[in-house]
Nanobody, 121 residues
């Protein structure tokens, strides 16, 4: 069994910062890519940022220069530092991890339940 748990969301004023964390646990053999996605009301889920096991990153154009994704491989955890937040960043933020459990030889993608980020004055 694998668990993916996000934390760190909340209410912040425009221009403020938040740091999201996503911890994976369970019978994990190895983790490939990890990423953050978001879904605003009435919109489809969209990619925010991804990071490979080697540390290569990819960002949505809308967050480049403001958000930073990092990971701690020893803790099986990925982070999203969000600075200069805007009202349009308001959404539920989801973490995912492409990983292999100790009982299988293939990789699957696991999702967390999401954490709400609201940017408002």
């Amino acid at each position: 069994q694998v668990q993916v748990v996000e934390s760190g969301g909340g209410l912040v004023q425009p221009g403020g910062s938040l740091r999201l964390s996503c911890a994976t646990s369970g019978s994990i053999f190895s983790i490939d890519a990890m990423g953050w996605y978001r879904q605003a009301p009435g919109k489809e889920r969209e990619l925010v940022a991804t990071i490979t096991s080697g540390g290569s990153t990819n960002y949505a154009n809308s967050v480049k220069g403001r958000f930073t994704i990092t990971r701690d491989n020893a803790k099986n955890t990925v982070y999203l530092q969000m600075n200069s937040l805007k009202p349009e960043d308001t959404a539920v933020y989801y973490c995912n991890a492409r990983l292999r459990t100790s009982s299988v030889i293939y990789y699957s993608t696991y999702w967390g339940q999401g954490t709400q980020v609201t940017v408002s004055s």
